[in-house]
């Protein structure tokens, strides 16, 4: 019954017109994370998740927050649709989970998100990661914040910017990268403790493919 839900939704998200943006769940809908990897054919990419990497759900995303690294939304559940301005996950990956004894050394987080452009003024992935650069400039715990650069991921075209979080005893690393696609923004946002794990996140990104 699940699965014939599921094709119906891909089915009425295929259907729609181009002016027409689908519903957040029609889009949820079409993701599917396998136990290598996750795909998704409304934003036609793929990504492969390593292995031992943890896919988070709602409990240890809380655990995470609840230690300080307020680095991810509260509006993690996806299925809460109704607040329209809070990204909805995609797929949510961390290298150990907040409790293990190596997440004390040094930890890294992978997310992917997105947000319906039209609840937002914003036009184009540079004015939207410019503003959220400037709020984060004005957050005191926000250090060395770099300029907004482009990058390339999967063919695409990315704006991104790197910022410090220095909470008390240690620094994390975060980068975002905002791409204007399908009339969203979709959001790639990671972060780590100690350079050890950096080369990790670096092949995930590497790994992220866009298909027609």
Known sequence: MKAILNLVLVLSLVSCS????????????????????????????KITIPRNWLVLNKEEIEERNSMGLELISESVDISDTTSNKQPKFLININKYRQAAQEALQGNAGFQISF????????????????????????????????EIDRIEIGGKDFRTFTSEVHFKGYIVTQQNYVLDINDCFLLIDISYRGDFVKPELERIIRSIEFYE
Not at 21 to 42: K, M
């Open 18 to 45: 181009p002016d027409k943006v689908p519903t957040y769940n029609q889009i949820l809908a079409t993701g599917n994370l396998r136990e290598n990897g996750y795909s998704n054919d409304y934003f036609k990419f």
């Open 115 to 146: 947000l319906k452009k039209q609840y937002f003024s914003n036009e184009t992935e540079l004015t939207f990661i410019t503003k959220a650069r400037e709020l984060l400039v004005s957050v005191p715990y926000y250090k060395n914040t770099s």
